[in-house]
């Protein structure tokens, strides 16, 4: 099946620190990849949607100067909290597609990066 | 607006059967998810709908009707392992994912 891994699983930082998390496909090729926020207790909230080469799309009220994206390899998606806050801390989850979202082609997830701000 | 109703939690008992139900209501349709999601943890995929009717893979069932905008899930021989958020999701028009805010199942023996 396919595998997803993010890098590192869990985080913690100072506020005013930049922290990056990565996320790779590990055995296929994900054309588009998605970042999501998952808060305690609440659904999961979608963030960007990246494809590859080309810039992210954010969703309304995600600040993109803030969550930087980068998808610059069919196997690579970076995103980059800037300046965390207390605010930031989240449990924040990437998934790959092979495919630009039609059909059946599911998204499989990453295992979630824990960040705690401090 | 784009909205997935599911219930947010439900009890049932080891070895049961158990229905999560899921109504949607989006700008168009191109196929319905169910995701397992342990807490702490990523979603898991259990199943894909894009036409009507029952795919049955294993203890796990999952029920469309485009018509009305509605699908579940159905859990047999429920396992303590079970115990888990279960999350239907759909995609729009755009192919976008549009997630509900879960069901939390929990399991008791």
């Known amino acids: 099946g396919a595998v997803v891994s993010q890098h590192p699983s869990w985080v913690i930082c100072k506020s005013g620190t930049s922290v990056k998390i990565e996320c790779r496909s590990l055995d296929f090729q994900a054309t588009t990849m998605f970042w999501y926020r998952q808060f305690p207790k609440q659904s999961l909230m979608l963030m960007a949607t990246?494809?590859?080469?080309?810039?992210?799309?954010?969703e309304q009220g995600v600040e993109k100067d803030k969550f930087l994206i980068n998808h610059a390899s069919l196997t690579l998606s970076t995103l980059t909290v800037t300046s965390a806050h207390p605010e930031d801390s989240s449990f924040y989850i990437c998934?790959?597609?092979?495919?630009?979202?039609?059909?059946?082609?599911?998204?499989?997830f990453g295992p979630g990066t824990r960040l705690t701000v401090l | 607006g784009q909205n997935i109703d599911q219930p947010t939690e439900m009890t049932a008992t080891e070895g049961a059967i158990v229905q999560i139900n899921c109504t949607y209501q989006t700008s168009g349709f191109n196929g319905l998810f169910w995701y397992q999601q342990h807490a702490g943890e990523a979603p898991t995929f259990l199943s894909y709908n894009v036409l009507d009717g029952l795919e049955e893979k294993g203890r796990f069932s999952s029920f469309l009707s485009r018509s009305k905008g509605y699908s579940y899930l159905l859990l047999k021989e429920l396992q303590m392992k079970d115990s888990a958020s279960y999350l239907c999701a759909v995609k729009d028009s755009n192919y976008q994912l549009i997630w509900g805010a879960g069901t939390k199942l929990i399991i008791k023996p």
């Open positions: 998934s790959a597609s092979s495919g630009r979202g039609s059909g059946s082609n599911e998204q499989f």
């Open positions: 990246s494809n590859e080469g080309s810039k992210a799309t954010y």
